[in-house]
């Protein structure tokens, strides 16, 4: 019995690495959906905040991130655009981090025709503007002043998605997603100054650092991180990226557990035999 027990402890740990590559990246091929029982209060007041605007409200996206955290917030925006394409909002589409176009255009490759939504009557996708001070401070009076054409070119007045919308006053809510502190010029310059409710998405270690902006009511709502992005995907009952993220990293936990626990066994067991 000793014999059989001891071949454990001989496994090649090929085998080993080879198990966990496998319990990593399944659920990054077809998510699982592990039961998410805890959702965090500020992704829960995220998706309130956006689930109460009545049908047909403009909400405008600030989409500011690069492939570096794409991992993180690709998921977030993704499901809060479907989100907000479920509850039939407008959405107009901004970003001032050059890496983000390409980001977004993939998104918007494929979420719209889920829900049957067009580009120019249900949402708009404006140009990269490199200067978020000078195009936040100017939206505030007369939004075509910077976004008179829409990414295609199209005149931006003209785009049934952007009826009565000419500044923030005529917005039910800004939406910023970021790797970067420009959630801190939304924050100061649109949200305080003009009383836009705020929703924000950011990378778990830059998450902390936002709380005085929870406490005092400027942000509505935030979205943390991977496991933010799964919280979100669990509220709409939408699993993705998020949601495969973290099954991954959940099983892979579960196996070192496993592995860790069986090992205790059998030594018990072989000293005690």
């Known amino acids: 019995m000793k014999e059989i027990l001891q071949k454990f402890f001989k496994i090649d740990r090929r085998w080993i690495f080879l198990l966990l590559a496998i319990v990593l990246f399944a659920p990054i091929i077809k998510p699982i959906g592990l039961p998410n029982k805890t959702i965090a209060r500020d992704t829960q007041n995220a998706f309130n905040s956006l ?9 405008l996206f600030s989409l500011d991130y690069d492939p570096s955290t794409r991992p993180e917030l690709q998921p977030q925006a993704t499901a809060v655009i479907r ?22 255009q993939q998104i918007f490759e494929k ?26 401070t100017q939206m505030a009076s007369d939004f075509y002043g910077i976004y008179d054409k829409d990414q295609d ?4 007045r003209s785009l049934p998605v952007m009826k009565g919308i000419k500044s ?24 305080d100054k003009y ?3 705020l929703v924000a998405g950011v990378t778990a270690i830059s ?35 998020g949601t495969s993220g973290i099954d991954s990293l959940n099983l892979g936990h579960l196996l070192v557990l496993a592995l860790i626990l069986t090992s205790n ?8 035999l």
Do not use: C
Not at 113 to 136: R, S
């Open 195 to 197: 009383n836009v409710p």
């Open 83 to 104: 989100h907000a394409f479920k509850r039939g909002l407008r959405i107009g589409v901004v970003t001032y981090i050059a890496g983000s176009t390409g980001l977004i």
């Open 51 to 59: 689930d109460k605007l009545p049908a047909g409200s403009f909400v």
């Open 265 to 272: 066994i059998i030594l018990l067991v072989i000293k005690y």
């Open 153 to 156: 070119g199209k005149d931006a």
């Open 111 to 136: 979420v719209p025709g889920e829900f049957g939504k067009t580009n120019g009557t249900d949402y708009a996708i404006f140009p990269y503007m490199a200067n978020p001070t000078a195009v936040m």
């Open 207 to 241: 998450q902390p650092g936002y709380g005085p902006y929870l406490q005092t009511g400027q942000l509505k709502g935030l979205i943390g991180g991977m496991k933010g992005a799964a919280e979100y995907e669990s509220l709409i009952q939408e699993p993705g990226k």
């Open 168 to 191: 923030y006053k005529d917005m039910a809510m800004v939406v910023n997603i970021t790797g970067t502190s420009i959630l801190d010029n939304w924050v100061a310059l649109v949200g």
